[in-house]
């Protein structure tokens, strides 16, 4: 295994979740790292505020460029001016229900944004230089055909977000047996964090939970509460796509906790966190979902959140990663929804006293 310490590395999707704690992982190691943000009207930064250095110090290990995954020029100029040696490529729309409804910009960002940023490297020469990371996904496996799911396993993507994903992965495959080019898919199950996104479930729910604790919030309104999800903690995560690049030879991983958990299983775990426990007074017509001994019913289903095509349970094999990369899990789902609703807790704690 041979270490990349001392290189520049480039991340796409550095202001999301993942870019956050990848780019912290990374800068840790000694890396110079560089990522691209896409220009917003209000600032999409917060996650990696605290890594910012101040553009007028020299020699700085953290930088921004403005970009696209859109967009194949500003990509080109973009990995001729930094001439990285590892590219991560996590930028994406991520969002599996938003995907139903921006399918053909979910496929040009995710699916033809992968293409370009290869194509990119092509373009440069740089295929004996650069390492490439492919954000892949558990969402390829869609409708189940076998359990646990693990590199081998059929993929039935269930979503325009999964089909156009599954381009980015055989594209991926593709460029390495094509050009020779060091390019991995990590296929990773879900993994979430206090820096989750909020529209997400479990994100959703830990801060449901914090703001009706709190008085802030009087209902949850949730989709499918039967989906099961492997879910594990995204700092863990980041260090298994490092890994990856540290290989001699690119090759394809699953990372995954084999614990799956339903979506109405982290609900009665994060309003316990806050010390309310629910009971479930189901969810017909005049039924009531999830209710506290107050009577007061604090979570309900809304058919509105129900995905057209739906995955149902997805449980991952990381055999392959723990023993080719060395790779495991740490964190297990019970302590992850425990510190998720503390992170909320905390958060909007300060909110409220003007400190957020
Ligand atoms: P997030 O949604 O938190 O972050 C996505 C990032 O992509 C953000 O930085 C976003 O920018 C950026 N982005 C979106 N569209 C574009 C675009 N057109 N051009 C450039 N950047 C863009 O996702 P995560 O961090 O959770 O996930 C990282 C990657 O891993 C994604 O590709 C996701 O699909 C994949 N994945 C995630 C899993 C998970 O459980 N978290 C599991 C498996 C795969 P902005 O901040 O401006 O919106
Ligand atoms: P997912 O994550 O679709 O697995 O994709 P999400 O948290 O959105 O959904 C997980 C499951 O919860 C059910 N659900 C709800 N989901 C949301 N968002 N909001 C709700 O109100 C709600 N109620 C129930 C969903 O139906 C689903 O079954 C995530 C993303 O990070 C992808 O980018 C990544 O590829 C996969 O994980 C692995």
């Not at 799911?149 to 325009?160: I, K």
């Not at 990773?188 to 994100?203: A, C, M, Q």
């Not at 991983?253 to 010390?275: C, H, K």
């Amino acid at each position: 295994m041979t270490e990349h310490l001392g290189k520049t590395a480039l991340i796409t999707g550095v202001t999301g979740q993942d870019g956050a704690y990848l780019a912290q992982f990374l800068l840790e190691k000694g890396y110079e790292v560089h990522g691209i943000k896409r220009r917003s009207s209000s600032f999409n930064t917060g996650r990696i505020e605290h890594l910012y250095e101040d553009p007028h110090v020299s020699d700085r290990n953290f930088v921004l460029h403005y970009g696209d995954l859109t967009d194949s020029t500003n990509l080109i100029r973009i990995v001729q001016d930094v001439q990285p040696d590892e590219i991560y490529n996590l930028g994406a729309q991520s969002h599996v229900q938003v995907s139903f409804e921006t399918p053909e910009y979910t496929a040009n960002s995710d699916a033809i944004g992968t293409l370009r940023l290869l194509e990119a490297i092509r373009i440069l020469k740089m295929e004996e230089k650069v390492r490439f990371y492919q954000a892949s996904t558990s969402e390829l496996y869609g409708l189940v055909q076998e359990v646990p799911q693990r590199e081998t396993t059929p993929f039935y993507p269930r979503s325009p977000y999964a089909a156009a994903k599954l381009y980015a992965y055989w594209i991926v495959v593709n460029y390495r047996e094509a050009y020779g080019i060091h390019a991995s898919n990590g296929i990773l199950f879900n993994h979430e964090s206090p820096l989750r996104g909020e529209t997400f479930v479990t994100r959703k729910i830990t801060r449901a939970a914090a703001a009706i604790k709190l008085e802030r919030q009087d209902k949850l309104w949730l989709g499918n509460l039967d989906a099961k999800r492997d879910w594990g903690h995204a700092r863990e995560y980041v260090r298994g796509m490092w890994l990856m690049l540290q290989q001699d030879t690119p090759n394809d991983y699953v990372l995954a906790t084999g614990e799956t958990t339903p979506v109405r299983t982290f609900v009665e775990w994060a309003f316990e966190d806050v010390g309310i426990q629910l009971q479930w007074k189901g969810a017909g017509v005049d039924e009531k979902g999830y209710c506290a001994e107050t009577g007061r019913c604090l979570v309900e289903v809304d058919p509105r959140y129900f995905r057209p095509t739906e995955v149902e349970l997805l449980i991952g094999d990381p055999t392959k990663a723990q023993e080719k990369l060395g790779w495991r899990h740490e964190t297990t789902v019970r302590e992850l929804a425990r510190e998720m609703v503390q992170a909320d807790l905390i958060l909007m704690k300060d909110a409220l006293l003007g400190k957020g």
